[in-house]
């Protein structure tokens, strides 16, 4: 293809892409001002301004030199403003500048990054200039991609009607240096085929876009074409090759052109060392380190910071301490990029005490040294530490960027400071740092923990350009705020634009394993396994969590054989059998594990104090907080504890229960006073349950689940009011029970019923077919235990601490689904007794086996009986 002056255009795009490449184009050309004072003839003696406008006879000569004059003494803006003039004058008369003149303000715009001056100056040479000179195309085109106006570049790239190898190299340069690596590469293609010869610096910024791009295949043709052109012994083009090997992860290709270089430099040592390094093969990387400095090179900070990151990567901290050593006996020792990197290897072992010490004795602290600092202290569960530094990088008046923010407002999540996060989106949003996605998906993390679910949706629907982590973390913030039903909107939204992560699956499992989604766990089941990460990390265990939580024991066991058994896997199978309050079966299981040589853990013991305190196995469930200690030296927890308040507390026990609380040898917490009071709810000892009562109010201020238990306690024991003590301190808490609600799914499609909303679309048939049943329990003397004054109380809590949405569930599950066909429902509260009866009732006269899952037992009703003995219900 012949050059021509209107190439074939290339895609253009007005945002940056996120993986920018630093790119340096070189500049072949520089403007020479004495050159054109001597071919101006104006005189340097005269420092006075030089004012156009007062001068009744401008020659054309004239004006070339004053503007010359001024872009020699970087005068801009009077130079601007005599452009300025000469517009006005061309309107009675022609007048035209030289191109000298015009290429000297384009060069002196180019050096300040004036983008505005520039664009004026380039609409005045088009004014009266339909194709650019050689010269001044390559001024004009130098600048705009200097201040990354890609557009005007292109347009006078398309004017030009000569382009030499600079032209193309500063085009394709810039194009590298926004992002947009197939575009470069493609003008590179161009280039060729308009007969341009690549030069010196051509190769190296090509070779970065395919590096960039990870374009190994055009990579090798770019090496063909570097041996072709006999730039092959070149050290800066043969460096650039092995950077663009590394960069695609071809070690063997890069190691073959490091050893058959026949001169290296300190660049090419580094490049090759930190490719290592940066494909993983720190070993490797350390052995090149050591050969360099066999060949007499002395490393540099780009060196020393390259190997400082392979410690990090391998978590050794004590080759860390070597380098640590080493650097200190350089002239780098106390350069601060070498301290920051020692800092973040520190933080990233876990030593961040150590980091402290690297932190305190850096003098001169730039972003990067806080940054390292708070987020070290955020990733090594000191967030309290994290934020202290950020208040100390505050007073000194150091400018945070957006990883700072970030790793503050995780701090911040992490300690529930809603306040300070509040103050942080703010400065974000005035700093415009809000714009970066990390500091938005961080801001999302925080509202979510902090409880105000929408504004952390808010943040979300801000997010212009959003990534898997956002999706990921507003699913997750509404899966912990019991918003699961809408966890599963948003999940099915993200995957019409993006594929979600391991984490993400993780993620919205745990939303259908709460609401008992099943088809939907299992559609991202076969998603996991058709996309290749059904066994990668902890998937594989949360898949057995969701169908053991969707009380599937068959799914689970099939899940459980299939991947690998590891202590969380055992964990999640006793913990199934816990929430149905099978001990004996748990036990089993626990022998089992024994037997196939897999080591308990603390949580091992509290699902199976768990399912003996359920289970009513008393001396099995001490038998085993014995074993725990004694065999296992595994220390009790505070959680271990409370399961054995609770063990024996449901068996009657309450004297040992307390007794068992004033031996333990540490303070009790909230969950060990709940327990006690659970069990005085539920054997009616009012005296040892309000002491139980008077603890929690002491310890907690704003928990909802302990008021509510409290309300129930005292609900139970008729002091009605307390009850209403309660709920007044709740509303000025602004605390609120959540509505009962429940979830049935229907041919794969997932349905909420909430109690008192009769909005759903078949409402009317719903309520239908549960009046129908009413009349026939009516009919046959069997009583829900509504409507008689005797229960009237009864009724009245039920309807606070049930709600009854069950009953609707289960009614739309009839209708719609296939008669014989099992119903499975989740809701969120406790099952009362009168819906406990109705779904017995139900269960024996449709003759369809019927499970609902409440927030603390299963039932599962079959031919008028339920699984749980008639115990699990709220009020027993």
Request: aromatic share 10%.
């Amino acid at each position: 293809m012949a050059a021509a002056a209107k190439t074939p255009p290339v895609p253009l795009h007005q945002h940056h892409h996120p993986n920018t490449l630093l790119f340096k184009t070189h500049i072949s050309k520089t403007l020479n001002f004495s050159q054109i004072i001597q071919t101006h003839r104006f005189s340097l003696s005269k420092p006075h301004e030089i004012s156009l406008v007062s001068t009744p006879t401008t020659t054309p000569q004239n004006l070339d030199s004053h503007i010359c004059l001024l872009c020699l003494r970087g005068n801009l803006s009077q130079a601007i403003d005599h452009l300025n003039s000469i517009q006005q004058q061309q309107l009675e008369q022609t007048i035209s500048l030289e191109e000298e003149t015009y290429i000297a303000l384009i060069r002196l715009c180019e050096w300040k990054r004036a983008d505005k001056e520039g664009s004026k100056v380039y609409d005045h040479v088009v004014s009266f200039k339909t194709q650019l000179s050689l010269r001044l195309g390559n001024a004009l085109l130098s600048m705009f991609v200097r201040v990354g106006n890609l557009v005007d570049a292109w347009y006078v790239f398309g004017k030009m009607l000569e382009r030499d190898v600079f032209t193309w190299n500063v085009l394709i340069g810039g194009y590298a240096k926004a992002g947009y690596f197939d575009e470069a590469l493609n003008l590179y293609q161009r280039m060729l085929w308009a007969g341009v010869r690549p030069d010196v610096y051509t190769f190296p910024c090509v070779l970065r876009n395919c590096g960039g791009a990870r374009d190994a295949k055009r990579g090798r043709e770019v090496h063909v074409h570097v041996v072709r052109f006999g730039y092959e012994s070149d050290v800066d083009v043969v460096n650039a090759l092995i950077t663009m090997y590394v960069k695609c992860g071809d070690l063997c290709s890069a190691r073959v052109v490091f050893d058959e270089m026949p001169k290296r430099d300190r660049i090419s040592w580094n490049a090759m060392i930190s490719g290592y390094f940066e494909n993983e093969e720190c070993l490797k990387g350390l052995r090149l380190f050591v050969v360099m400095q066999e060949f007499g090179i002395e490393p540099d900070l780009m060196t020393m910071t390259s190997v400082i990151s392979a410690c990090e990567l391998l978590s050794d901290e004590r080759l860390g301490k070597a380098v640590q050593g080493y650097v200190a006996k350089r002239e780098f020792g106390n350069d601060v990029s070498v301290d920051n990197s020692l800092l973040q290897m520190y933080a990233s072992v876990g030593n961040w005490e150590e980091a402290e010490k690297v932190f305190n004795r850096i003098e001169s602290k730039d972003v990067v040294s806080w940054t390292a600092m708070i987020s070290g202290y955020e990733n090594n569960g000191v967030p309290e530490k994290a934020v202290e530094t950020y208040n100390m990088m505050e007073l000194e008046g150091v400018t945070p960027d957006e990883i700072t923010i970030a790793s503050v407002l995780s701090a911040c999540a992490s300690l529930g400071l809603l306040s300070m996060g509040i103050k942080l989106h703010e400065l974000a949003r005035k700093t415009g740092l809000i714009s970066y996605v990390i500091v938005a998906n961080t801001l999302v993390d925080l509202y979510s923990k902090c409880g105000c679910v929408d504004k952390a949706l808010e943040v979300f629907h801000q997010i212009p350009d959003k990534n898997v982590i956002s999706w990921t973390t507003v699913i997750l913030g509404l899966r912990i705020n019991n918003r699961s039903f809408e966890a599963l909107i948003f999940f099915r939204q993200m995957k019409l634009s993006l594929n979600p992560n391991s984490i993400t699956l993780i993620s919205i499992l745990s939303a259908c394993a709460r609401i008992g989604a099943l088809m939907c766990g299992k559609e991202i089941h076969a998603h996991a396994l058709r996309n290749g990460f059904g066994f990668d990390g902890f998937l594989p265990n949360a898949i057995l969590d969701m169908y053991v939580r969707c009380g599937r024991m068959e799914l689970a066991w099939n899940q459980f054989y299939a991947q690998k058994e590891d202590i969380a896997s055992w964990n999640i199978v006793l913990t199934g059998y816990a929430q149905r309050g099978l001990g004996a079966l748990a036990v089993q299981l626990f022998d089992r594990m024994i037997q196939a040589e897999v080591p308990p853990d603390g949580v091992t013991f509290i699902s199976l104090l768990c399912a003996c305190s359920r289970s009513g196995m008393v001396t099995e469930g001490l038998e085993l907080f014995d074993v725990m200690k004694h065999k296992y030296f595994i220390a009790p927890d505070l959680m271990h504890y409370a399961c054995v308040v609770d063990l024996l507390g449901r068996a009657g026990r309450l004297d040992d229960a307390h007794k068992f609380i004033l031996e333990m040898p540490t303070e009790p917490d909230l969950a060990i006073w709940g327990a006690l009071l659970n069990a005085c709810r539920i054997h009616r000892c009012f005296e040892l349950g309000e002491f139980a009562a008077q603890n929690i109010l002491e310890m907690d201020k704003g928990s909802v689940g302990y008021y509510t238990l409290l309300c129930d306690f005292y609900a139970d024991s008729d002091k009605w009011d307390k009850v209403a003590s309660l709920r007044k301190v709740m509303s000025e808490k602004g605390l609120t029970v959540d509505p009962g609600c429940s979830w049935v799914e229907v041919k794969g499609k997932v349905h909420a019923f909430l109690s008192g909303d009769d909005f759903h679309p078949q409402i009317k048939e719903v309520n239908g077919v549960l009046e129908g049943f009413y009349e026939k329990m009516k009919a046959t003397g069997f009583s829900s235990l509504e409507g008689s004054p005797i229960n009237e109380a009864e009724a009245s809590k039920a309807k606070i601490f049930c709600g009854h949405s069950e009953r609707q569930a289960i009614a739309y599950g009839l209708i719609n689904t296939a008669p014989g066909m099992p119903i499975w429902v989740t809701k969120n509260l406790y099952m009362c007794r009168s819906c406990h009866n109705t779904i017995k009732f139900i269960s024996k006269v449709i003759r369809r086996e019927i499970s609902v899952r409440d927030t603390e037992h299963f039932h599962h009703f079959k031919d008028g009986v339920c699984s749980c003995g008639d115990e699990g219900y709220w009020g027993r």
